[in-house]
T-cell receptor, first 117, second 114 residues
Framework: DTGVSQDPRHKITKRGQNVTFRCDPISEHNRLYWYRQTLGQGPEFLTYFQNEAQLEKSRLLSDRFSAERPKGSFSTLEIQRTEQGDSAMYLC???????????????FGAGSRLTVL | AQSVTQLDSQVPVFEEAPVELRCNYSSSVSVYLFWYVQYPNQGLQLLLKYLSGSTLVKGINGFEAEFNKSQTSFHLRKPSVHISDTAEYFCAVSVLYGNEKLTFGTGTRLTIIP
């Protein structure tokens, strides 16, 4: 078990370009979450998947953002026509259900930091 | 909807002194509570969690937290801090029987003074 992997760790792009981030969750976890964290703030929920189904999307996820999890394994987050306000750390997490309480406990990846010039 | 308040944005503490990082939450239903730690340029690491049972929970690196339902609090404590505890600490809440996404506070930056 190598944990949650995210790629790339850092991405610098020019305004207007498209970027894509990849997340590989812990293999036996069926839930996958995307969060965004801006400087000095806590992570904010963007969207989550149960297997390949995208079950909830935040209002933060404008139409320039799209997330997929085609086979219920890895996920991608694409941002089209990037803006400077998209500069942030994009965090992925997968979750396992606690056997005693039934609660989902999230394990986070190291994040992908996006800088839009 | 649930929310989390971390009133202290920065807490400086001398090495080997005790520390308490405060967290209050708001929710109309029962909750699960978490503390995560984030070191510079890294993701979030789970420190400890309250899911059910004993209200005093122990986590990694010598940290503990106590769930107080009447005060809607989940303060994080450590009796003696080390330089390596310098990091950002986030309190988070999720609700029972929801999609269990986490709602985070704005974080507390803990700085250990040698």
């Amino acid at each position: 078990d190598t944990g949650v992997s995210q790629d790339p760790r850092h991405k610098i792009t020019k305004r207007g370009q498209n970027v894509t981030f990849r997340c590989d969750p812990i293999s036996e976890h069926n839930r996958l979450y995307w969060y965004r964290q801006t400087l000095g703030q806590g992570p904010e929920f963007l969207t989550y998947f149960q297997n390949e189904a995208q079950l909830e999307k935040s209002r933060l996820l404008s139409d320039r953002f799209s997330a997929e999890r085609p086979k219920g394994s890895f996920s991608t987050l694409e941002i089209q026509r990037t803006e400077q306000g998209d500069s942030a750390m994009y965090l992925c997490a997968s979750s396992d259900r606690d056997s005693r309480s039934g609660a989902n406990v999230l394990t986070f990846g190291a994040g992908s930091r996006l800088t839009v010039l | 909807a649930q929310s989390v308040t971390q009133l202290d944005s920065q807490v400086p503490v001398f090495e080997e002194a005790p520390v308490e990082l405060r967290c209050n939450y708001s929710s109309s239903v029962s909750v699960y509570l978490f503390w995560y730690v984030q070191y510079p340029n890294q993701g979030l690491q789970l420190l400890l969690k309250y899911l059910s049972g004993s209200t005093l929970v122990k986590g990694i690196n010598g940290f503990e937290a106590e769930f107080n339902k009447s005060q809607t609090s989940f303060h994080l404590r450590k009796p003696s801090v080390h330089i390596s505890d310098t990091a950002e600490y986030f309190c988070a809440v999720s609700v029972l029987y929801g999609n269990e996404k986490l709602t985070f506070g704005t974080g507390t930056r803990l700085t250990i003074i040698p």
